[in-house]
């Protein structure tokens, strides 16, 4: 299953809300687990996932009745799960479960249990769980058929679901603007290399029962794919930020050459500081704007997100970083003018590393998109000693979902728009071709600056010259511009840029990075 497809059939079926009018099966009984139960625990698990590391992988992709594997997209969308059998529906607890209909991309089975005192019983397929208004007929489906993946509701809103788990190892949440936007995975395999992406698949989920006053939901998961086996228990908190307690116990069955944890997947196709795709009529297409870093030594990053013309790989060093993750900072409609699928309400998912991640580099791959279909954007932590095959591989990190990020620099500024364009003086002959970068800054102490404070832009280019250089306040107080123009020499190799303001040595601002691709030698225009 292609990235495309994924993402493309998660961002529709996890948004099915109420059901279609029309004739729905009868509900006869509620999502419940049946058959004996059998002892569980996360240990089971972790054991169990370290087993099956040692038998060679089996791929179930495709054990499906024909029926399912050739329904078209508007058939398998007829697929709505009926509300009212919802897993713990008739209880008072504060959380319900609904289930997602496997066919189409969705061909490989995923067992859900339910766990209640220690005991794990899985739910048994049953047609009466959903309904169906599609043309093409379905069949007899078998008791044993299983799941395409599940999402989570909340009693402040049983209509609208927190989080989705669907599709290979995808799952995604809201905060409380109540909006879908980028997702996270539980392992990226091998991705932005010049081979084909391993994509590992949750193969089963184990549904912890909350008791009627937890306000938590426990989720254990085991990750199976050709080159790793894993546990996995996510911890999810509601609220202002949904809140994700992540645990995870990898065992490789073999080598991999470059391997992700804690991956975060997006989509930008066209913003402010990047328009090579802009014919939409829309200003702005994107999920995310930037990647946000905050380094083990404490450095503060900014690196606002590209659509490039190839795929373009950025490693960025670090010893035990203290977080990063996928932003969408800049949430004013009148910027992107979606009435429809609302940018400007797209969460953010901030990771947050527990424990020791030693050495390693947050990387960030993004990728050729034409259109908003496809999620061409992904960051995770590549560690430095590759992942051992035969051993135990624990991580654990904190996974926060919201519009903004659970923290922030304290006393610095930080990028909230880049701009870029042609360079060079406005009413001037223009004698070479430059480039021109507009950064803006609020927060911090800017506010508290007088006008005539003397902010210096500290700028760098790994090539070329930088001229034209200024800083200034912004009207209304709403904080600094920095701009410069770079000049390229005669390479199309991409130029790292570093900026940040300081005020005397005391840096006032995050450091604001980037990657600029110039164009050939031919084709700079000087107008």
Do not use: C
Request: no cysteine; net charge negative.
């Amino acid at each position: 299953m292609d990235r495309r497809s994924v993402m493309k059939t998660l961002a529709a079926a996890a948004g099915m809300g109420a059901l279609p009018a029309g004739l729905l099966l009868a509900p006869l009984t509620r999502a419940e687990p049946r058959g004996s139960a059998t002892p569980f625990s996360y240990a089971w698990l972790k054991g169990h996932a370290r087993s099956l590391s040692r038998q060679p992988y089996v791929s179930h992709e495709g054990e499906l009745p024909p029926s399912l594997k050739t329904l078209s997209w508007d058939d398998y969308q007829a697929i709505r799960f009926n509300a009212d059998q919802a897993l713990w529906k008739d209880s008072d607890g504060a959380f319900q479960v609904q289930l997602f209909h496997l066919g189409l991309y969705f061909q490989a089975p995923v067992r859900i249990y339910q766990v209640e005192d220690g005991k794990a019983r899985e739910l048994a397929y049953d047609p009466d769980y959903f309904s169906y208004e599609g043309e093409q007929p379905l069949g007899e489906l078998p008791a044993d058929l299983g799941f395409a993946g599940f999402r989570v509701h909340f009693h402040t809103n049983f209509k609208l679901d927190l989080a989705a788990f669907l599709g290979a190892s995808y799952f995604r949440a809201v905060g409380d603007e109540m909006q879908y936007g980028l997702s996270a995975r539980g392992l990226a395999i091998n991705t932005g290399m010049n081979r084909e992406e391993e994509f590992p698949r949750f193969s089963a989920f184990w549904l912890e029962k909350p008791a009627s006053d937890d306000d938590r939901l426990v989720v254990h998961a085991l990750l199976d794919s050709p080159s790793v086996t894993g546990a996995y228990a996510f911890t999810l908190h509601p609220g202002k930020h949904m809140v994700m307690e992540v645990d995870a116990a990898l065992y490789p069955r073999q080598a991999i050459d470059r391997i992700g944890i804690a991956p975060l997947t997006s989509m930008y196709q066209v913003g402010e500081n990047h328009r090579r795709m802009g014919y939409d009529w829309r200003p702005e297409i994107h999920d995310s704007d930037g990647l946000a870093l905050w380094s083990g030594a404490g450095e503060w990053i900014w690196r606002p997100l590209v659509n490039p013309v190839g795929v373009r790989v950025n490693s960025f060093l670090d010893e035990n970083p203290r977080g990063f993750g996928l932003l969408q900072r800049d949430r004013d409609f009148e910027h992107y003018q979606d009435d429809g699928v609302f940018y400007d309400r797209r969460p953010g998912a901030w990771v947050e590393p527990r424990g020791d991640w030693g050495r390693g580099a947050v990387m960030l791959v993004e990728i050729p998109t034409v259109d908003e279909t496809f999620d061409n954007i992904v960051a995770f932590w590549n560690p430095e000693r590759p992942l051992e095959p035969g051993q135990e591989h624990l991580f654990s990190y904190r996974l926060t979902w919201g519009g903004e990020p659970p923290v922030a620099p304290r006393q610095l500024a930080t990028a909230r728009a880049t701009r870029t364009g042609l360079g060079g003086v406005v009413g001037q002959q223009r004698e070479y071709f430059s480039w021109r970068f507009a950064v803006d800054f609020a927060g911090g102490a800017l506010n508290m600056l007088a006008e005539d404070a003397g902010v210096v832009p500290v700028i760098s280019a790994s090539r070329g010259r930088v001229e034209i250089t200024s800083a200034r306040p912004l009207p209304g107080g709403r904080g600094y511009r920095a701009m410069f123009d770079l000049v390229p020499d005669e390479s199309t190799e991409p130029v790292d840029l570093r900026l940040y303001l300081r005020l005397g040595e005391q840096p006032l601002t995050e450091t604001w990075v980037y990657q600029y691709t110039p164009p050939a030698v031919g084709e700079r225009t000087l107008y």
